[in-house]
């Protein structure tokens, strides 16, 4: 049997492969590494939106801090925690980055002030006693902007005003002088507040000088408020005389200020945030009144020395105005240069010390005319003799002021009334009329020695020596010559006052002896005239009882 012959194969007839995707399986080892890749994943999330902000503040030192220990506190709550502390700025700073709360993330704010907390001893007080066991700390304080900041430059020293509520204002000084930031600010010697900054006026004319006032005592300032400086010892001592002030130990160390309403104030509105006021040197120039009206004259001494400007002026001993302006002027008429001051008078000062009625009369004649007031003036000068007179105020620092008084007996001077300022005459007073008689007693004298210096004394001293040789000569001849005649006359005296004796002892014996006949006889005598004397008495007292006796006789009954 034959064989069939073989048919050649077609591709088409051939069975197709499928070709399937070979199955993937998920190990279970991998499942775990994927839980917690999404654990860490929301852990981290989760930190994100639960953590607060990372600043950095710019230090010009560390001061003790270091990361993970040193914390940022407000309101003494931890808020804050230090986490690195670099070099910045080519070494000059020190950069402190703090992880801040997620709670505290609006504080950061642009505004925000941030210092260093450390143990701080001052005159004024001492702040920080706390870190000496917990050690440094950053404080801040917060602002006002609402704008969040991430960068931040440190306080080098902590501000004097944190969170306290109070008011603050601005005060116009002329100097610093000793006050300093935290220096105290005094009422009636309680302490309301603090310095809180300075700064020089953007003119440079001044010091701008901002005070904190403690909300309970910001009520008492008030527009008619007047603020002096406090510093130190107020110790005054001028013409007026010796004046002590002040208002505390801290003020007289670390300086100060105060504030008070003059007394003449009345009331005035409570004064709003950052009122401007006007810080006065003292408290005398901070409570003087204003003087609405002012005259100027002027005075002519034979000396300024001892005055001053601001030096008082005092009309019948009461202060009645002040010295202005000290100077020189020409003397047309002698071309002699003299003193020429400038006093300022405040007729309202008197015019407060009249009472009653006579009040109401000065006003009257304070609102009259020019010329009735120039009237009063001349007849002031001219007819009552008011003059000025420097006197000395003070012998310690040898100030003196101006004093106006009458002088009635002063003569009369010739002034010209269209001047202006007025002149008013001067009289030398006190120790300027001792100096002038002083200098005129010692001018006599220097004359007198003048004369003494131009007397030929070599010629008299050699014509007294002669008249003393001459003196001699007549004594030494005197001596052989004279004597011996007045010897022999004073031995003639002596038998002449020899007789006068026994002439005495005689008249002694004649008269004078209690036995002398004289005395006999001048006994008997003295005893006649006592009976005649009784006689008369006995005779008187009758006439007395019986006055008809010297008509009809002495009767027999009177017998």
Do not use: C
Not at 161 to 182: E, M, N
Not at 205 to 228: C, K, P
Not at 279 to 301: C, E, I, N, T
Not at 417 to 438: C, H, R, S, T, Y
């Amino acid at each position: 049997m034959t064989e069939p012959a073989e048919q050649p194969l077609n591709a088409g007839d051939l069975p197709q492969a499928i070709v399937e995707p070979p199955r993937r399986r998920v190990a279970f080892v991998w499942i775990v590494p994927l839980l917690a890749a999404a654990v860490a994943i929301g852990i981290a999330v989760q930190r994100v939106l639960t953590e607060g902000p990372t600043i950095t503040i710019l230090f010009h030192a560390a001061g003790g801090l270091a990361a993970g220990k040193t914390v940022l506190k407000y309101k003494d709550v931890d808020i804050g925690q230090v986490t690195e502390v670099r070099l910045a700025q080519e070494f000059s700073k020190v950069a402190v980055t703090v992880k801040v709360d997620r709670s505290a993330r609006g504080l950061m704010v642009e505004d925000a002030r941030f210092w260093i907390v450390a143990p701080r001893v001052s005159l004024s007080g001492v702040s920080g006693l706390g870190t000496l066991l917990s050690g440094n700390y950053i404080g801040m304080q917060v602002g006002r902007s609402t704008r969040e900041q991430h960068q931040f430059v440190g306080l080098e020293t902590p501000p004097a005003i944190t969170d306290q509520p109070g008011r603050r204002f601005l005060l116009k000084a002329h100097d610093l002088g000793s006050l300093g930031i935290g220096a105290p600010i005094y009422y009636r010697r309680l302490t309301v507040g603090e310095i809180a900054a300075y700064a020089l006026a953007p003119d440079g004319d001044g010091i701008d000088v901002t005070v904190f006032i403690n909300a309970a005592y910001e009520r008492y300032v008030t527009t008619e408020t007047r603020f002096w400086d406090a510093s130190g010892i107020d110790l005054t001592l001028n013409a007026e005389g010796l004046e002590l002030r002040t208002q505390s130990l801290v003020s007289i160390l670390a300086g100060g200020l105060a504030f008070d309403a003059p007394a003449f104030a009345t009331g005035g509105e409570p004064a709003s945030e950052n009122a401007v006021f006007t810080l006065y040197g003292s408290r005398a120039a901070a409570m003087r009144q204003p003087d609405p009206v002012a005259r100027r004259y002027l005075l002519y001494p034979e000396s300024a020395a001892g005055l001053r400007v601001g030096a008082p002026v005092k009309l019948l001993g009461l202060s009645a105005g002040e010295v202005s302006e000290i100077g020189v002027a020409l003397d047309p008429k002698t071309r002699k240069f003299r003193p020429r001051v400038l006093i300022t008078f405040f007729p309202e000062r008197l015019l407060a010390r009249l009472a009653g009625a006579q009040a109401g009369a000065g006003r009257a004649f304070m609102d009259a005319g020019p010329a009735a007031r120039l009237e009063l003036i001349r007849h002031q000068v001219d007819d009552l003799g008011l003059r000025a007179q420097v006197q000395s105020g003070n012998l310690l620092t040898g100030e003196r002021f101006v004093s106006l008084d009458y002088h009635p007996e002063a003569p009369r001077e010739k002034l010209d009334w269209d001047q202006d300022p007025l002149v008013i005459p001067v009289l030398a007073g006190g120790f300027d009329a001792i100096e002038a008689q002083v200098q005129g007693v010692l001018a006599q004298v220097d004359k007198i020695l003048v004369k003494v210096d131009k007397m030929p004394l070599d010629g008299i001293a050699d014509e007294l020596n002669k008249t003393i040789k001459t003196l001699d000569a007549v004594l030494k001849a005197a001596d052989t010559k004279t004597l011996p005649e007045v010897s022999q006359t004073l031995a003639g005296l002596d038998r002449t006052l020899a007789t006068a004796q026994r002439v005495l002892k005689d008249t002694n014996a004649t008269l004078l002896s209690p036995d002398a006949p004289g005395q006999q006889e001048l006994r008997d005598a003295l005893q006649e005239v006592a009976r005649t004397a009784r006689s008369l008495r006995v005779l008187t007292d009758y006439l007395e009882r019986h006055p008809e006796a010297l008509i009809r006789g002495k009767g027999q009954e009177n017998q």
